[in-house]
């Protein structure tokens, strides 16, 4: 009699089974999210294009006829040419551009706050999504993954394109690096204040549940804390002071002044000037040596400080950013553990 060999067992399903199918599960939110969001998506994509274009358009195109004035007001040896050419049409155009760049950030926590995350949860579409067998990490993870990676490729194209656009053509500006439409845009700050925003607007809309209220406090969140960074944005890196005997100290024409003042009796004294004293220039000598005033001060940041006052403020923000993420998860992570309990 010839032996039946036993029939092999059916595979049962290993490490690389159940990772293909989360491997498809997990491209399976990840497409609902696109799907979801596409409209907002693509709105993003047309803002990048739209403001990379008016800056290439403005550098290439529209600065022409005020760069042949400007050109003409240097060969006839005018002193006041970047006044009498560069403060208007390509300057005030490129400060625009520079300021929706700075300041996207917050129609991101809108975004965030309100469409993203609040609106599913109050309307019952995540718990709708979490019983087909999505699990709750899995589904957050997607709602901060996609929305991270095209914020990040479009902010970057953008933060580029500005660079190039305002160091082209300096003579017809006036933004200097510190000023409100420059600072954020040319540099990763300004991609940091976007994710962070984008954490902070997830985070609401989890502790709310509501969109418009998520929204509102997600815009005033962010907001804030932009607010509150550069408030303190001086003190970042060590500041450079110089003095003098002087009535005012010379310091470069595009340093960050931070403070001034006088030298009394060997102490900084801010605010105070030489104007305290007036009257003749021998009255006004009595009165300085008097009141002890040996010189002025000042304190401010070079130019050169401008790499390290935006590493810094970006690891701040992105701080605060991986903060509000890893809360949002614990948060996700108690609700749901509480509600399958009950």
């Not at 009498?84 to 400060?95: D, K, Q, R, T």
């Not at 509501?210 to 960074?229: D, K, M, N």
């Not at 890196?237 to 009394?264: H, M």
Request: proline share 4%.
């Amino acid at each position: 009699m010839t032996a039946v060999a036993p029939a092999e067992a059916p595979a049962s399903p290993g490490p690389a089974r159940r990772g293909g199918v989360d491997g498809r599960t997990a491209w399976g939110t990840v497409r609902t999210v696109l799907r979801l969001h596409r409209t907002a998506l693509l709105g993003w994509a047309a803002v990048v294009l739209a403001l990379s274009g008016w800056l290439v358009w403005l550098t290439e195109d529209a600065v022409k006829e005020e760069l042949a004035a400007w050109e003409s007001c240097q060969r006839a040896g005018q002193d006041l040419c970047d006044m009498s050419v560069g403060w208007v049409g390509y300057s005030e155009s490129l400060n625009w551009v520079g300021l929706l760049i700075s300041y996207c950030f917050l129609a991101v926590a809108a975004f965030a706050g309100g469409a993203l995350i609040g609106r599913e949860l109050e309307n019952g579409t995540a718990g709708l999504a979490w019983a087909q067998g999505i699990t709750p990490v899995r589904w957050l993870t997607a709602k901060l993954a996609v929305p991270a990676l095209a914020l990040t490729a479009g902010a970057t194209v953008l933060v580029l394109v500005y660079r190039w656009a305002w160091g082209a053509h300096r003579t017809l500006t006036d933004n200097g690096w510190m000023s409100d439409d420059a600072y954020l845009s040319r540099g990763p700050a300004g991609l940091a204040y976007i994710l962070c925003a984008l954490a902070l607007g997830v985070l609401t809309a989890l502790l709310l549940r509501r969109a418009l209220p998520a929204l509102a406090v997600s815009v005033a969140a962010s907001g804030l804390l932009a607010f509150v960074v550069a408030r303190y944005r001086g003190s970042f890196w060590p500041t450079v002071t110089r003095t003098s005997t002087a009535a005012a100290v010379d310091f470069p024409d595009n340093g960050w002044e931070l403070e001034n003042g006088l030298l009394i009796d060997g102490r900084r004294t801010p605010d105070v000037g030489y104007w305290i004293c007036d009257g003749t220039a021998t009255e006004a000598r009595r009165c300085l040596d008097d009141l002890g005033v040996t010189g002025s001060y000042t304190t401010y940041h070079p130019e050169s400080h401008y790499w390290p006052l935006q590493l810094v403020e970006t690891g701040v923000v992105l701080a605060v950013a991986a903060l509000a993420t890893a809360a949002a998860f614990l948060l996700l992570r108690r609700r749901t553990a509480t509600a399958l309990a009950a």
